[in-house]
């Protein structure tokens, strides 16, 4: 069975400080995905990772792959309190159907 | 705004209750994935379908079934409501297998 585990699960930071979200995966992928998700709402997709090594930005957002270590960064730049939401990484399992998704990541940003 | 639109987006039944969740699949996307969100966890995969057959199915017991139409739209049903059954469900569409699925705004059900 898939596992994917982020941490931290709770995360609490101030305007303009750096931070980093990590999601461990249990076996091989193709695909990852990083979404954010406010309350009550939908799943908003923030970036797709195919290959080892690959890197993508939006803004404050930088995400990040590494295959070997099933390993990926979501690294947040000076944070504003507009960042605030539920991050989630998903996990493809080379089964072609379910995304396996970690429990999340709450993220408040004070001033 | 993904292009995909679930209705209703709230439900309440009563326990024992069966009830059916739509699903509009974006223009031209051939496979629809079902998740249900319970509070404060990440969505589970319930199942998918593809072309009308279902493709893949996830620890969900068999009162949970779905159907997929010609037009690629889709239902998701759920027999003999159970509290725990309260959730959001999520409704994703993909272009083809093994392709980035979009999520719809999900369907918030209440079972009391």
């Known amino acids: 069975e898939l596992k994917v585990e982020q941490n931290p699960l709770f995360l609490s930071m101030q305007e303009g400080k750096n931070y980093t979200i990590y999601c461990n995966y249990s076996t091989t992928s193709d695909r990852l995905y990083w979404y954010r998700q406010d309350p009550g709402k939908s799943l908003e997709s923030l970036f797709v990772?195919?290959?080892?090594?690959a890197v993508k930005q939006e803004g404050r957002l930088m995400a990040s792959l590494d295959t070997k270590a099933r390993l990926s960064t979501l690294h947040i730049t000076a944070a504003v309190h507009d960042l605030s939401a539920t991050y989630f990484c998903?996990?493809?399992?080379?089964?072609?159907?379910?995304?396996?998704f970690g429990k999340g990541t709450s993220l408040l940003v004070t001033p | 705004e993904t292009g995909v639109t679930q209705s209703p987006t709230h439900l309440i039944k009563t326990r024992g209750q069966q009830v059916t969740l739509r699903c509009s699949s974006q223009s031209g996307h051939n496979t629809v994935s079902w998740y249900q969100q319970a509070l404060g966890q990440g969505p589970q995969f319930i199942f998918q379908y593809y072309r009308e057959e279902e493709n893949g199915r996830g620890n969900f017991p068999p009162r949970f079934s779905g159907l997929q139409f010609p037009n690629y739209s889709s239902e998701l049903n759920v027999n003999a409501l159970e509290l725990d059954d309260s959730a959001l469900y999520l409704c994703?569409?993909?272009?083809?297998?093994?392709?980035?699925?979009?999520f719809g705004q999900g369907t918030r059900l209440t079972v009391v």
């Open positions: 990772l195919l290959s080892n090594g």
């Open positions: 998903a996990v493809d399992g080379n089964s072609g159907y379910a995304l396996n």
């Open positions: 994703a569409s993909s272009l083809d297998l093994f392709t980035e699925a979009f």
